[in-house]
């Protein structure tokens, strides 16, 4: 675990950026397995939470920072600015979710 200032803001108030070190990103591609499929799909006739898939986006939102803070840290930042998460389906059954930010060191 990596111990650095992770925001979506394009600045930090009252700290001075240093040095831009550029992009950083971090993604995982994730499927869902027959057993949370199953469930989902009885969950969608009664409705409610699908937390089976709520603990998979959890999971590869986490692994994304993670694998986008491994990049920033390598890099030499201590922050990472201007956050953002995307999704994309890559294949029927599996999504990536993808973070990216711009690594700098502040003061």
Known sequence: MYTMLITNLEY???????KH????QGST???KHAGRDFMAGLKNIFGGELKGYTELLNESRDEALNRMMRQAHQAGANAILNVRF???S????A?????????VVLD
């Open 29 to 31: 591609v994730r499927s």
């Open 86 to 88: 995307s999704t994309s």
């Open 12 to 18: 930090v108030p009252d700290r001075r950026i240093v």
């Open 90 to 93: 890559v294949a029927a059954g």
């Open 21 to 24: 070190l550029g992009l950083v």
């Open 95 to 103: 999504a990536e979710i993808f973070a990216y930010g711009t690594a």
